[in-house]
């Protein structure tokens, strides 16, 4: 038995799981000094739908949200999640996109990278992970967890050793779902251990109700480091509540060593935001209950936000049920990809294509056909000759690293965006949200003229974002 590290999740996946990313930086900051105090093993504080929702929401910088909450967290890692070729964005980008991202990632304060890709074609995070390691940062390479015939645990272990042998420091075991049963977490924790010799973490969701259960199975399997959400920031789409799992461990072998009154202090202050984001209703309750559906469908908080707005705007809100039921049959079709970003969205998308035109497959989006000729990478199931015809007709797949047939882009997206450049970091901003980051420039350069007018001066009007 050895003591168990938690990774607290509350400056990222746990807002972003449960009012879609809107806590702002300075809802953040004064706690931040009373947060690296605590003893977590790392701060989740970047990364993820972060970046987006900053420019996109919020008329923040993200780069100086990371610089911000550097500047306060002196001892404590921090930490963010990267999606392989995707970095932060919903397309793969070239390789020298994805290392600068990372170069400058670590330059401003991140100390660990996760890294996944929707697929889990490991081709995918090799950039990422040669990058981190080359930037001396710390790769943890993550599973995206889900069931089928074709991810069992021995699967996952031997993916696992090949993460390893690509240089990863940890690996995750990243379930987005709260789909891994509490004796299945048992067992494939024992399984990685088994394979690598290098540290396991698990990152779940509470969705399914499941969450608390599967962490302690882990724990007593011997997984070295787990993901919670300080209690006022946690379950329902969130994280399992990290008080109650530190309780629990208290005076055992697994013992976390953080002390309850110093996460009081981190409670108390997210508790008044919380009830802030729910009286607003960006906090909706429903993504607070316990859905155990998510076991049968797999479709993830976020996905099934989306549905119901496909839905909705369609005027078919009624299809609902069939939607869902329909899911899992298009990611059987398309070779049971683990749905997450992008994919979680590719399937949604197609499945209420499917259920409002009343033909499987009689519309069919860009994004479906890009997966199943392979611009996102390799499916985990082969997919059949027959379906692929259906859905691409003659066109050839792709069987090569999808980046392998992108030009390098960098020099080209900084000459685009030249006359919004104040930091080196912009040029990244344009490339993964080119629209959205315009604006963001455009305000950001109005709101700065504002505040170096002298009086007397023209005020300009600023609309937010």
């Known amino acids: 038995m050895s003591k168990v590290k938690i990774t607290e999740t509350v400056l990222?996946?746990?807002?972003?799981s449960l009012f879609a990313t809107r806590m702002t930086t300075e809802e953040m900051l004064p706690i931040l000094s009373e947060m690296d105090k605590v003893g977590y093993h790392s701060l989740e504080a970047w990364g993820g739908a972060t970046f987006d929702s900053c420019l996109r929401f919020l008329n923040e910088d993200p780069w100086e949200r990371l610089r911000a909450i550097r500047n306060e967290v002196k001892n404590t890692k921090l930490q963010m999640l990267f999606r392989g070729q995707n970095i932060l964005g919903y397309r793969h980008y070239s390789d020298d996109v994805v290392?600068?991202?990372v170069q400058k990632s670590i330059a401003n304060g991140i100390d660990i990278i996760r890294i996944f890709d929707a697929l889990n074609d490991a081709r995918n995070l090799k950039t990422a992970i040669d990058a981190t390691k080359r930037e001396g940062g710390h790769v943890q390479a993550a599973i995206s967890y889900t069931t089928s015939p074709y991810h069992t645990n021995d699967n996952f272990a031997a993916y696992a050793k090949q993460l390893e042998e690509m240089g990863a420091d940890s690996i995750?075991?990243?379930?987005?779902s709260g789909l891994l049963l509490p004796y299945t977490a048992y067992d494939l924790v024992k399984k990685l251990k088994d394979a690598v010799s290098i540290p396991i973490q698990l990152h779940t969701h509470y969705t399914s109700g499941l969450a608390s259960m599967t962490v302690l199975k882990a724990v007593e399997a011997g997984v070295d480091v787990i993901d919670t959400s300080i209690s006022a920031l946690a379950m329902g789409t969130a994280q399992p509540p990290t008080e109650p799992i530190v309780a629990t461990?208290?005076?055992t072998g697994f013992d976390t060593g953080l002390d309850m009154n110093q996460l009081d202090k981190v409670c108390k202050h997210f508790t008044p935001i919380r009830e802030k984001y729910l009286a607003a209703g960006?906090?909706?309750?429903?993504?607070l209950k316990v859905d155990v559906n998510a076991l049968m469908y797999q479709v993830p908080g976020g996905m099934l936000s989306n549905l119901v707005s496909q839905l909705k705007q369609a005027g078919q809100s009624d299809k609902l049920d069939e939607v869902l039921a329909e899911v899992p049959r298009v990611r059987e079709d398309a070779g049971y990809p683990p749905l997450v970003t992008p994919t979680s969205q590719i399937v949604g998308t197609q499945a209420v294509l499917n259920v409002i035109s009343g033909e499987r497959y009689k519309m069919v989006s860009k994004e479906f056909k890009g997966m199943i000729r392979g611009d996102y990478g390799k499916c985990p199931a082969p997919v059949s000759d027959e379906f692929r015809k259906l859905i691409i007709g003659s066109e050839e797949p792709i069987t090569c690293r999808p980046a392998d047939r992108l030009a390098p882009e960098l020099d080209k997206l900084r000459a685009e965006c030249a006359q919004y450049i104040?930091?080196?970091e912009d040029v990244l901003s344009y490339a993964l949200f080119e629209q959205v980051a315009t604006k963001f420039f455009e305000y950001r350069k109005a709101k700065k003229y504002n505040l170096d007018a002298d009086n007397g001066d023209k005020e300009l009007e600023v609309h937010p974002v």
């Open 172 to 176: 995750c075991i990243k379930d987005m």
């Open 99 to 101: 290392e600068y991202f």
């Open 422 to 424: 104040e930091q080196d």
């Open 12 to 16: 990222r996946d746990a807002h972003q």
């Open 249 to 251: 461990l208290k005076g």
């Open 282 to 287: 960006t906090l909706d309750p429903k993504v």
